[in-house]
């Protein structure tokens, strides 16, 4: 098993900044990827970033050039540093551990609101 706990939501004016953290304890040896989902009211859930344990990455393409995953392995944590942020950014984002594209482990979410 994998827990995982996220930190870093809350709100902000479009066009601000805000560093999601996401901290790994547990079977960590299992999974080959962490990164983040968001889902916003009414829509599916969807990944946003993902990070495998040799540093390749993945993006949705709405945060290509605004958003950057990164991992510190030696404390089993992973980061979303998430610039120029607009209201379409307004989401529950959901840490995972897994693989690159998909997830078998799950944080609890925390809320990101843009909003003036």
């Known amino acids: 098993q994998v827990q995982l706990m996220e930190s870093g939501g809350g709100l902000v004016q479009p066009g601000g900044s805000l560093r999601l953290s996401c901290a790994a304890s547990?079977?960590?040896?299992?999974?080959?990827?962490m990164g983040w989902y968001r889902q916003a009211p009414g829509m599916q859930r969807e990944l946003v970033a993902a990070i495998t344990t040799g540093g390749s990455t993945n993006y949705v393409n709405s945060v290509k050039g605004r958003f950057t995953i990164s991992r510190d392995n030696a404390k089993n944590t992973v980061y979303l540093q998430m610039n120029s942020l607009s209201p379409e950014d307004t989401a529950v984002y959901y840490c995972?551990?897994?693989?690159?594209?998909?997830?078998?482990?799950w944080g609890q979410g925390t809320q990101v609101t843009v909003s003036s």
């Open positions: 995972y551990a897994g693989e690159i594209d998909w997830a078998r482990y």
């Open positions: 547990g079977s960590i040896f299992s999974v080959n990827a």
